[in-house]
Protein backbone atom coordinates (compact mmCIF):
# COMPACT_ATOMS: atom_id res chain seq x y z
CA UNK A 1 0.00 0.00 0.00
CA UNK A 2 1.61 3.42 -0.77
CA UNK A 3 2.64 5.30 1.76
CA UNK A 4 3.98 8.86 2.63
CA UNK A 5 7.74 8.87 4.05
CA UNK A 6 9.09 11.42 6.38
CA UNK A 7 13.00 11.82 7.50
CA UNK A 8 14.21 11.80 9.54
CA UNK A 9 12.39 10.06 12.35
CA UNK A 10 13.87 12.29 14.93
CA UNK A 11 15.76 15.55 14.89
CA UNK A 12 17.69 17.57 17.62
CA UNK A 13 18.71 20.73 17.44
CA UNK A 14 19.54 23.74 19.43
CA UNK A 15 17.42 26.81 19.45
CA UNK A 16 17.97 29.48 16.71
CA UNK A 17 19.46 26.69 14.49
CA UNK A 18 17.62 26.43 11.08
CA UNK A 19 16.11 23.02 10.38
CA UNK A 20 14.63 20.92 7.15
CA UNK A 21 11.81 18.21 7.62
CA UNK A 22 11.58 16.11 4.17
CA UNK A 23 8.47 13.82 3.26
CA UNK A 24 8.53 12.07 0.32
CA UNK A 25 4.38 12.51 -0.70
CA UNK A 26 2.26 9.03 -2.35
CA UNK A 27 3.55 9.59 -6.08
CA UNK A 28 0.11 10.48 -7.36
CA UNK A 29 -1.34 12.79 -5.10
CA UNK A 30 -1.14 16.37 -5.98
CA UNK A 31 -1.90 17.88 -2.54
CA UNK A 32 0.84 18.12 0.40
CA UNK A 33 0.06 19.35 3.71
CA UNK A 34 2.06 19.91 7.34
CA UNK A 35 0.72 19.29 10.53
CA UNK A 36 2.13 18.91 13.90
CA UNK A 37 1.22 17.86 17.51
CA UNK A 38 2.99 19.49 20.67
CA UNK A 39 3.05 16.51 23.21
CA UNK A 40 -0.24 16.76 25.04
CA UNK A 41 -1.93 18.51 22.43
CA UNK A 42 -4.15 18.19 19.14
CA UNK A 43 -2.53 18.11 16.01
CA UNK A 44 -3.07 21.53 14.29
CA UNK A 45 -2.91 22.27 10.48
CA UNK A 46 0.13 24.52 9.30
CA UNK A 47 -0.07 24.57 5.54
CA UNK A 48 -1.59 23.51 2.69
CA UNK A 49 0.33 22.95 -0.91
CA UNK A 50 -1.02 22.44 -4.23
CA UNK A 51 0.47 23.45 -7.95
CA UNK A 52 3.68 24.57 -6.34
CA UNK A 53 2.01 27.33 -4.27
CA UNK A 54 0.56 27.27 -0.79
CA UNK A 55 -2.94 27.26 -1.19
CA UNK A 56 -3.97 27.99 2.61
CA UNK A 57 -1.87 28.51 5.93
CA UNK A 58 -2.67 28.46 9.84
CA UNK A 59 -1.70 31.44 11.97
CA UNK A 60 1.36 28.98 13.19
CA UNK A 61 2.77 29.36 9.82
CA UNK A 62 4.31 32.87 10.50
CA UNK A 63 7.94 33.81 8.87
CA UNK A 64 9.85 31.54 10.46
CA UNK A 65 7.97 28.53 8.37
CA UNK A 66 8.22 27.45 4.65
CA UNK A 67 7.83 24.59 2.17
CA UNK A 68 8.92 23.43 -0.80
CA UNK A 69 9.08 20.91 -3.50
CA UNK A 70 12.55 21.15 -4.43
CA UNK A 71 11.83 18.24 -7.26
CA UNK A 72 9.43 15.31 -8.22
CA UNK A 73 8.89 13.58 -5.00
CA UNK A 74 9.99 15.62 -1.81
CA UNK A 75 7.96 18.10 -0.06
CA UNK A 76 9.87 19.73 2.72
CA UNK A 77 9.78 22.42 5.51
CA UNK A 78 12.05 24.81 6.89
CA UNK A 79 11.81 26.80 10.17
CA UNK A 80 14.24 29.19 9.85
CA UNK A 81 15.36 29.72 13.16
CA UNK A 82 13.71 27.67 16.02
CA UNK A 83 12.49 28.14 18.91
CA UNK A 84 11.83 25.94 22.51
CA UNK A 85 7.73 26.04 21.19
CA UNK A 86 8.33 24.26 18.00
CA UNK A 87 9.11 20.61 19.71
CA UNK A 88 6.82 18.99 18.62
CA UNK A 89 5.43 15.77 16.36
CA UNK A 90 5.70 16.89 12.26
CA UNK A 91 3.21 15.34 10.29
CA UNK A 92 3.26 15.30 6.67
CA UNK A 93 0.24 14.40 4.46
CA UNK A 94 -0.79 14.18 1.37
CA UNK A 95 -3.86 13.76 -0.98
CA UNK A 96 -5.30 12.80 -4.66
CA UNK A 97 -7.06 16.06 -4.78
CA UNK A 98 -8.62 18.51 -2.72
CA UNK A 99 -11.68 16.15 -2.26
CA UNK A 100 -9.89 13.74 -0.86
CA UNK A 101 -8.65 12.00 2.42
CA UNK A 102 -5.42 12.95 3.55
CA UNK A 103 -2.82 10.42 4.26
CA UNK A 104 -0.41 11.50 7.11
CA UNK A 105 3.29 10.30 7.07
CA UNK A 106 4.44 8.64 10.43
CA UNK A 107 5.87 11.95 11.75
CA UNK A 108 9.25 13.47 12.68
CA UNK A 109 9.61 14.06 15.93
CA UNK A 110 11.67 17.85 16.27
CA UNK A 111 13.32 18.48 19.53
CA UNK A 112 14.81 21.94 20.23
CA UNK A 113 17.40 22.53 23.26
CA UNK B 1 -10.43 27.34 19.61
CA UNK B 2 -12.02 24.48 20.46
CA UNK B 3 -13.95 24.12 16.96
CA UNK B 4 -13.83 20.15 17.89
CA UNK B 5 -14.15 18.46 20.84
CA UNK B 6 -14.18 15.38 22.10
CA UNK B 7 -14.96 15.72 25.73
CA UNK B 8 -13.69 12.25 26.87
CA UNK B 9 -9.85 12.01 27.30
CA UNK B 10 -10.31 8.05 27.81
CA UNK B 11 -12.20 5.51 27.52
CA UNK B 12 -12.08 1.68 28.71
CA UNK B 13 -14.66 -1.21 26.66
CA UNK B 14 -14.35 -4.96 27.07
CA UNK B 15 -13.41 -6.43 24.24
CA UNK B 16 -16.61 -7.83 22.09
CA UNK B 17 -18.44 -5.01 23.19
CA UNK B 18 -19.31 -1.92 21.36
CA UNK B 19 -17.31 1.41 21.83
CA UNK B 20 -18.50 4.97 21.56
CA UNK B 21 -16.41 7.88 20.54
CA UNK B 22 -18.34 10.80 20.50
CA UNK B 23 -17.22 14.41 18.93
CA UNK B 24 -18.91 17.56 19.12
CA UNK B 25 -18.27 20.80 16.42
CA UNK B 26 -19.14 24.09 16.97
CA UNK B 27 -18.35 25.63 13.08
CA UNK B 28 -21.51 25.30 10.99
CA UNK B 29 -19.15 26.00 7.96
CA UNK B 30 -18.22 22.11 8.46
CA UNK B 31 -19.20 19.79 6.10
CA UNK B 32 -17.30 16.64 6.00
CA UNK B 33 -16.28 14.60 9.67
CA UNK B 34 -13.17 12.14 9.53
CA UNK B 35 -11.87 9.81 12.31
CA UNK B 36 -8.59 8.77 12.57
CA UNK B 37 -6.55 6.02 14.53
CA UNK B 38 -3.66 6.76 16.05
CA UNK B 39 -0.67 4.42 17.33
CA UNK B 40 1.95 5.96 19.84
CA UNK B 41 4.90 7.21 16.90
CA UNK B 42 2.93 6.46 14.15
CA UNK B 43 1.07 9.26 12.04
CA UNK B 44 -2.70 9.43 12.01
CA UNK B 45 -4.35 6.39 9.98
CA UNK B 46 -7.56 7.08 8.34
CA UNK B 47 -10.86 5.02 9.56
CA UNK B 48 -14.00 6.36 8.23
CA UNK B 49 -15.69 9.52 7.41
CA UNK B 50 -18.75 11.05 6.61
CA UNK B 51 -20.56 14.01 4.35
CA UNK B 52 -22.77 16.00 6.28
CA UNK B 53 -25.63 15.07 3.65
CA UNK B 54 -25.50 11.88 5.45
CA UNK B 55 -26.34 10.68 9.00
CA UNK B 56 -24.65 7.31 8.79
CA UNK B 57 -21.85 5.49 7.37
CA UNK B 58 -20.95 1.94 7.74
CA UNK B 59 -17.63 0.10 6.68
CA UNK B 60 -17.02 -3.32 8.58
CA UNK B 61 -16.96 -2.56 12.58
CA UNK B 62 -17.02 0.75 12.41
CA UNK B 63 -20.14 2.63 11.83
CA UNK B 64 -20.55 6.92 11.94
CA UNK B 65 -23.09 8.96 12.81
CA UNK B 66 -24.02 12.11 12.33
CA UNK B 67 -26.66 14.23 14.21
CA UNK B 68 -26.13 17.77 12.42
CA UNK B 69 -28.68 19.43 14.12
CA UNK B 70 -26.51 18.82 17.67
CA UNK B 71 -23.73 19.06 15.90
CA UNK B 72 -22.37 15.82 17.13
CA UNK B 73 -20.95 12.72 15.79
CA UNK B 74 -20.02 9.43 17.18
CA UNK B 75 -17.97 6.59 16.18
CA UNK B 76 -19.52 3.14 17.13
CA UNK B 77 -17.02 0.12 17.07
CA UNK B 78 -18.27 -3.39 17.32
CA UNK B 79 -17.23 -5.87 18.33
CA UNK B 80 -14.49 -3.81 20.14
CA UNK B 81 -10.93 -5.54 19.40
CA UNK B 82 -7.58 -5.35 21.61
CA UNK B 83 -5.93 -4.39 18.35
CA UNK B 84 -8.61 -1.31 18.22
CA UNK B 85 -6.79 0.22 21.54
CA UNK B 86 -5.38 3.86 20.37
CA UNK B 87 -5.90 7.20 20.30
CA UNK B 88 -8.80 8.16 18.06
CA UNK B 89 -9.08 11.92 16.64
CA UNK B 90 -12.25 13.62 15.49
CA UNK B 91 -11.50 16.02 12.11
CA UNK B 92 -13.44 18.30 10.05
CA UNK B 93 -13.71 20.09 7.58
CA UNK B 94 -14.93 23.17 5.89
CA UNK B 95 -13.53 22.46 2.20
CA UNK B 96 -14.50 18.85 1.12
CA UNK B 97 -15.29 20.26 -2.30
CA UNK B 98 -11.78 22.03 -3.64
CA UNK B 99 -9.43 24.25 -2.08
CA UNK B 100 -7.09 21.55 -0.56
CA UNK B 101 -8.81 19.06 2.79
CA UNK B 102 -7.47 21.64 5.67
CA UNK B 103 -8.82 19.51 8.94
CA UNK B 104 -9.61 20.85 12.41
CA UNK B 105 -8.49 17.92 14.45
CA UNK B 106 -10.11 17.17 18.16
CA UNK B 107 -7.75 16.81 21.25
CA UNK B 108 -8.67 12.95 21.08
CA UNK B 109 -9.88 9.95 22.44
CA UNK B 110 -7.14 6.92 23.86
CA UNK B 111 -9.61 3.52 23.91
CA UNK B 112 -8.71 0.74 25.47
CA UNK B 113 -9.89 -2.57 24.95
CA UNK B 114 -9.75 -5.00 27.78
CA UNK B 115 -9.49 -8.98 27.51
Redesign the interface.
Known amino acids: EPE?T?TPSHQVTQMGQEVILRCVPISNHL?F?W?RQILG?????LV?F?NNEI??KSEIFDDQFSVERPDGSNFTLKIRSTKLEDSAMY?C?S?ES??????????TRLTVV | DQQVKQNSPSLSVQEGRISILNCDYTNSMFDYF?W?KKYP??????LI?ISSIKDKNEDGRFTVFLNKSAKHLSLHIVPSQPGDSAVY?C?ASA??????????????TQLKVEL
Open positions: VQYYYQKVEFSYSEFASGDRVPIFGQG | LYAEGPTFSFASRFGGGNKLTFGTG
